[in-house]
Structures are given as C-alpha cells and as structure tokens.
C-alpha cells in the first residue's frame, strides 16, 4: 500500500488557562500537524510541539521541512517500509526531532491502521492503565491549594508541581498541600534547571518526610557532576529531562547514573523510533521510564501514550498536555478514568479527526 500524499498545516492552539514555570510563562501552543494518506484513503496522524529553547526547532522549521521537497518525494512509497522510511528521514534531519516525531507518528499511525492493529500491540502491550499526573505551575500557595482541589474533584491522583525559582517557598507549598489532602496525591517536583547544589539541598531536607515521588532535572544540562555529590538513594529519585533528547545523551547519563529516573519526551528524541531506543538504553543501566510532554496535540499524547505502554521499566507518566488545551483537531486516542490514561483499541494510534 503505497503513500498517496502528505499534507502539512500549523495551527496555533489556545490553553485553558497561562503556566509558568522557571523559564518561561506559556499562554497558546504551536502545533504542526502532518496527515499522511494512504492510497486506500486511510489517513495517518502526525504532529510536533517544538520549543526552540529546549528542542532546537521552531514550529516554522518544522512546517518547512514537511513541506520541503525531501519530504514530500515519500510520495509513492510503501508504507510497509514505514521503518525505513523513519530512519532515512531522521539522517535528513538530524537537528529536527519536531520534524522527526511527526513523520515518525503519522507513519506509525497509518501502518498501524492499514495492518489492523494499535501502534501499542504491535509492539507489545506491557500495562493496561497508568495513573498520569497533572501539572500545577509555579504560584503561590493558596492558588497552588486552589487548582488542587480542581484536580481532587476531576478525580486526579498524582500531581507535578513546578519549581525552581525560590526553595523555600517551593518546600512550603508542598507542605501545604500535603497538610491538606494528606496521602490522596502523589506528589512530583519539576524544577525545570531552577536550583544549584545548595537550593536543592535546602528543598530536599525542607521537605523531608513529605514523600515526594521523584524530582525533574534540578540543574541545567552539563552540571551533571555537580549531582554526583548527593547520596545514591537521592539520585534515584532524580529524573534528567532537559538533559535527555536522544539515545547519545542516554548512554552519556547511564554511564555515572547522576539520575535514576529517564524522562522521555517525543518532542526531543524524534518520536516513537528514538523513543524506544533512549527506553533500551535505561532498561540495560536499571534506569526508570517516565514519559513526558509540554502543551500538545492529543495526536502525540497518545502516541508517547502507545511506545510508554510497550515498556515494561515505565513507571511514571505525564501525559497532560492535551489536557490544557481548549482546542484539539482529534479526538479519543484515550479515555481518562479516575486519573487513569488507558489506550483505545482501534488501528493505529486510534484517532478521530474533529
């Protein structure tokens, strides 16, 4: 079955409500979105939320190159080559992994639906549901206290909290939170590189006995030594992110463990393809798997939904950027129940076009 056309559109999504975190304060998401069709008329779903600051690609770039001859000479080409097809295009783009993970997950998409099986069980479905958390940006307490309890009420579980400007004051709002809804919540910290040795020192014994889950990148990449000087038991419960974009910088961190805990993102490592072997890499160094996102379509939540799903280390997910969205162009590639993220059964990464 071959390639009939690709056809690339950017759209400019609003967010229900701005965010802050350590560098930045966000109020709409730049989605590309590529549609690759299938000479049977089955239509595959693609798209990349690039952040030139942490992925290297503007939303500009990405629509370029989907557009560009390279990409548009798939035409013609088999989609049962799709694997190919994904690693030809990501040595043609090399600095582009916005680029790569569309194309990676619309062909992902469209072999899935032209064999008649999910993108999951085509590679090997390891869990059934996972509880996701939901992301609070930085504020002060009391607004902090306030989206909490519309999570408590939407039925949430785990929440991430963004960190990184003042210790203190971080360390306090989880106290709160703690004081307030006791063990309901799973609690996760995002520092986003917002402290040095010294503050996350101060937050670590401030917080003490709080039963924070697990940290996100606490450094900027390249301070990762500096890591080496808290105790193994801590590290373990360190997750790189920023650092984390691609199967090199993998083996880079696997190879002193100043983390214990991988972030993925599709964004960063091009998709599902690279995806998988940054998950390779962190079964071999006994390093845990959570899967992460910024504001995106729900086209590639669900598609980190599928490759997260295939790996027996996941044990973490972060899947909420559609969740922030006020406006998608799909629908259903998941339910959410009770906090719980569990995959459709259709072809493909199962999406329903608005």
């Keep these: 079955m071959h390639i009939l056309e690709l056809k690339a559109y950017r759209k400019k999504l609003a967010i229900k409500r701005p965010y802050t975190i350590a560098r930045n304060t966000f109020f709409d998401a730049e989605v590309v979105f590529l549609e690759v069709k299938l000479a049977n008329g089955m239509v595959g779903f693609g798209s990349s939320a690039t952040d030139v600051d942490v992925v290297g690609e503007s939303a500009e770039d990405t629509i370029n190159n989907l557009t560009s001859e390279i990409v548009q000479s798939l ?197 599902i393809a690279g995806a998988l072997e940054i998950a390779n890499i962190a079964k071999q160094a006994d390093i845990s798997l959570f899967w992460g996102c910024n504001d995106e379509s729900m086209v590639s939540i669900t598609g980190a939904l599928h490759v997260a799903f295939s790996c027996a280390h996941t044990q973490y997910i972060d899947l909420d950027g559609s969740f922030d969205l006020a406006e998608d162009v799909v629908k259903d590639g998941f339910t959410l129940e009770d906090g719980y993220l569990i995959p459709n059964e259709r072809a493909g990464l199962g999406l329903i076009l608005l």
């Design 75 to 271: 035409v013609g080409h088999d989609i049962r080559e799709f694997n190919k097809i994904i690693q030809d295009i990501r040595l043609q783009f090399p600095k582009h992994p916005g680029t790569q993970a569309a194309i990676d997950l619309a062909l992902h998409d469209a072999f899935g639906q032209w064999l008649g099986i999910s993108v999951l069980d085509f590679y090997g479905r390891r869990h059934q549901k996972m509880l996701t958390s939901v992301t609070i940006g930085i504020k002060n307490v009391v607004d902090t206290l306030a989206e909490a309890q519309e999570y408590y009420d939407s039925g949430f579980k785990v929440l991430k909290v963004k960190t990184g400007i003042d210790p203190e004051e971080d360390a306090e709002r989880i106290i709160k939170l703690r004081e307030k809804y006791h063990d309901y919540f799973r609690i996760r910290v995002d520092a986003n590189t917002g402290y040095d040795a010294a503050k996350l020192q101060l937050f670590l014994d401030q917080t003490a006995g709080q039963e924070v889950e697990l940290v996100e990148q606490p450094f900027p990449p390249g301070m990762e030594s500096d890591l080496m000087q808290f105790p193994e038991p801590v590290r373990r419960l360190l997750a790189a992110d920023e650092s984390l974009k691609n199967a090199k910088s993998a083996l880079a961190l696997a190879k002193d463990m100043p983390y214990g805990i991988f972030n993925i993102k599709l964004m960063k490592c091009g998709g």
